[in-house]
Structures are given as structure tokens and as C-alpha cells.
């Protein structure tokens, strides 16, 4: 069973930049496809990007391309997700995800596991 811990959200201003993580529990870390999502109220859970096991492929949503960098350090077991020129339609909750087959997709039927979520608000 892998488990999923987010961290680094808060609140920031407009342009501002936020780092969040994600841990993961399990032996097998270096294998795993992982992602990130989001979601604001009334609306479904929306792709933000993904890392391959290796650290390649990099895929990114349209909306965050060129603002965020995700990447991966598998000696600590974490993921990371750089945002970078925050805008207030960035506000939502940020879901970690993560498969233990290393491949990865926009889907969320890509991912097996999946952190509680950690909010981020950019405020104009």
C-alpha cells in the first residue's frame, strides 16, 4: 500500500510562487508514475502534470506550462511541484497521485493512490 502526503500549499498574491511536495511511503518509490492534480468547488478533479519513474517524461497541462516544473528526488522519496507566476485561477486543492507500474497519463485512472489534497490560494 502506498500513502501520499502533500505539503507547501498556503496563501500567496498574484506572480508569487509556491513549492509543494509530496511524500511517499513504500520501498518501491523509484518506480512509481506520479502526478499532480487539482480541483475547485463544483468542478471535476483537473490534470496539472506527471513524472515518469526516471524523471522523463514531463507532461503538463496547457494552463501551467512555462509557470510550473514538477520533478521527482527518489532517494527521499518525494515529488515536488515548483509553481512559479501564480494566478488567481490556480486557487484549488492539490492532489498528489501515484501508480506502481512507472508510467504515467493525464487520467486519473492512471493512478492507484492519491494524497487528501492540500489547498493553495492565490489571491489578486
Known amino acids: 500500500q502506498v500513502q501520499l502526503g502533500e505539503s507547501g500549499g498556503g496563501s500567496v498574491q498574484a506572480g508569487g510562487s509556491l513549492r509543494l511536495s509530496c511524500a511517499a511511503s513504500?520501498?518501491?518509490?523509484?518506480?512509481?508514475?506520479m502526478g499532480w492534480f487539482r480541483q475547485t468547488p463544483g468542478k471535476e478533479r483537473e490534470f496539472v502534470a506527471c513524472i515518469g519513474w526516471s524523471g522523463l517524461p514531463q507532461v503538463y497541462a496547457d494552463s501551467v506550462k512555462g509557470r510550473f516544473t514538477i520533478s521527482r528526488d527518489n532517494a527521499k522519496h518525494t515529488m515536488y511541484l515548483q509553481m512559479n507566476s501564480l494566478k488567481p485561477e490556480d486557487t484549488a486543492v492539490y492532489y498528489c497521485?501515484?501508480?506502481?507500474?512507472?508510467?504515467?497519463?493525464?487520467?486519473?485512472?492512471?493512478?492507484?493512490?492519491w494524497g487528501q489534497g492540500i489547498q493553495v490560494t492565490v489571491s489578486s
Open positions: 497521485a501515484a501508480n506502481d507500474r512507472g508510467d504515467v497519463g493525464r487520467g486519473e485512472a492512471s493512478y492507484d493512490y
Open positions: 513504500g520501498r518501491t518509490f523509484r518506480g512509481y508514475g
